[in-house]
């Protein structure tokens, strides 16, 4: 993740999706510092009680629940790229326009606000204090909490469990439709690699005769972007469209270029950051789900080590979904492998 920003400071925040994979990468950067604080925290606790003088795990509780906002955050990010790609995709002329760099950048702080806004009652309601400790013959700090803790941490979970299912519910609808655009233009492309577009038929040997879906119509003119505000005549070759159930109109495809290019590897980028934060939140919203169905499935509680056990499964497919990422950006982004080259 410290490459990740680097990196991306270096060859430039240019367009919204740069913008939304730098503050990604910097709030991985921030799960990954707190979930190596509070294992190192549990590990002084236990080999060096003497000398740390916090009781128990008590400072790793307090760092993950710092931890969990800014994943929160995090994932929050990660549904808005999904969200904006998916509707530049199925709406191009929409949509082109409105996701713009600094209207991103405005939107992930928006939403770093609301991830830290919704955790505020939760930071009030816990501290540290210190206290004499019989066993030990020495003063330790100690977790305190407020009267109305239950509520707090009741609230907590439910904005949790809200917040999760709403992102894993978007980026999967986004998928879809990324998924469909993708393969409606493939097979486009496909049908016209060898020859022209006719509207309505198909003049190549592979479709002759064969009838182009609507759809598919729809995708390759969106493509092209530049379709007059009637929606009749295409710029970049000078063809004309005349709708119409006897004429036949050829449009030859327009090639692949560079830019078509770049768009196609942010789009499969994105969809491949999303199945990961997909399958990685799995667990963390199975996880939520079992605490609201199962009371006992809790700390202090009848199926505690059941609860130890999940939440470990948890964190792990949380901290490869926070640290991962940086292998989807090399395979994908010829800016970003030139500039780890040059690094190194």
Not at 284 to 305: G, H
């Amino acid at each position: 993740n410290v490459f990740n920003i680097i990196i991306f400071l270096k060859i430039g925040l240019k367009d919204s999706i740069s913008v939304c994979f730098f503050a990604i990468s910097g709030a991985d950067l921030i799960c990954v510092m707190f979930l190596i604080s509070a294992e190192c925290s549990l590990l002084l606790s236990k080999f060096m009680f003497q000398l740390w003088r916090v009781e128990g795990d008590t400072l790793s509780l307090l760092i993950m629940f710092y931890y969990g906002p800014v994943y929160d955050i995090s994932q929050g990010i990660t549904t808005f790229l999904a969200l904006q790609k998916c509707w530049c995709v199925a709406s191009p002329f929409r949509f082109k326009n409105i996701f713009t760099k600094t209207r991103t950048a405005f939107a992930v702080a928006g939403i770093c606000m609301v991830g830290f806004s919704l955790c505020v009652p939760i930071f009030a309601s816990q501290g540290l204090q210190e206290t004499f400790d019989p066993a030990s013959n020495a003063t330790v700090f100690k977790l305190t909490t407020s009267q109305n803790r239950a509520h707090v941490m009741s609230f907590r979970s439910t904005m949790a469990l809200v917040t999760t299912t709403t992102c894993q519910a978007t980026v999967s609808v986004c998928l879809v439709i990324l998924a469909s655009s993708l393969r409606a233009s493939s097979k486009f492309r496909n049908a016209t690699h060898n020859g022209h577009l006719e509207i309505g038929y198909t003049k190549t040997a592979m479709t002759k005769g064969k009838r182009i879906s609507n759809e598919i119509l729809q995708t390759f003119v969106n493509q092209i972007h530049s379709v007059s505000s009637d929606g009749r005549t295409i710029n970049n070759r000078n063809q004309s469209i005349t709708p119409g159930r006897n004429k036949k109109t050829y449009i030859t495809p327009p090639p692949r270029t560079n830019v078509h290019r770049k768009e196609l590897k942010a789009i499969k980028s994105t969809a491949i950051v999303s199945v990961i934060f997909l399958v990685c939140t799995t667990p963390k919203l199975l996880f939520f789900y079992a605490m609201l169905c199962e009371p006992e499935f809790n700390l202090l509680r009848r199926y505690e080590n059941t609860y130890f056990i999940a939440n470990t499964i948890r964190y792990t497919f949380e901290a490869f979904n926070i640290s991962c990422n940086v292998f989807v950006y090399l395979a994908f982004n010829r800016r970003f492998r030139a500039a780890m080259k040059e690094m190194f």
